[in-house]
């Protein structure tokens, strides 16, 4: 939308004047964030690796958001390969790999090995403060 603004008015707008303009409209965002499921700050090198990306379909699924036929697919055989072997998702941004599977324990109660406080720096959802959206 900026690269447009500019081509057809020739003013340049930040992309966060877009996401400001959303907030105020009450307009959905196009992109669902789940904290729930992504509670990390997940460092630069981890951040397309297979099962982020199906934790973000995932997300996508939850929140009623379209996902295509191929995500789809590849989201039940993933989530059947979870199953099969009774794993989750577990992150150490610490490691080359970032993301590893790890055998299921009693307290884990959704796809991902929780953590005990999130560190994401992108929150699941706007905030209501004092009756407006920030």
Do not use: C
Not at 17 to 24: A, K, L, V
Not at 79 to 88: R, S
Not at 91 to 107: A, H, L, S
Not at 127 to 133: A, E, I, L, P, S
């Amino acid at each position: 939308m900026s690269d447009e603004y500019m081509r057809k008015y020739g003013i340049k707008m930040s992309l966060s004047t877009w996401g400001n303009f959303r907030r105020r409209r009450g307009l959905d965002r196009r992109i669902v964030r789940n904290d729930d499921l992504i509670p990390w700050h997940v460092r630069e090198e981890h951040r397309w690796v297979y099962p982020v990306t199906m934790l973000r379909v995932e997300a996508r699924r939850r929140a009623g958001m379209p996902i295509s036929t191929d995500d789809q697919h590849r989201l039940d055989s993933w989530k059947a390969m979870l199953e099969e072997e009774d794993a989750v998702v577990h992150y150490d941004p610490d490691t080359e790999d970032g993301f590893f599977y790890v055998p299921r324990e009693p307290q884990d109660t959704d796809l991902i090995r929780r953590t005990e406080s999130k560190t994401t720096l992108r929150p699941a959802a706007d905030r209501v403060v004092d009756g407006k959206t920030e």
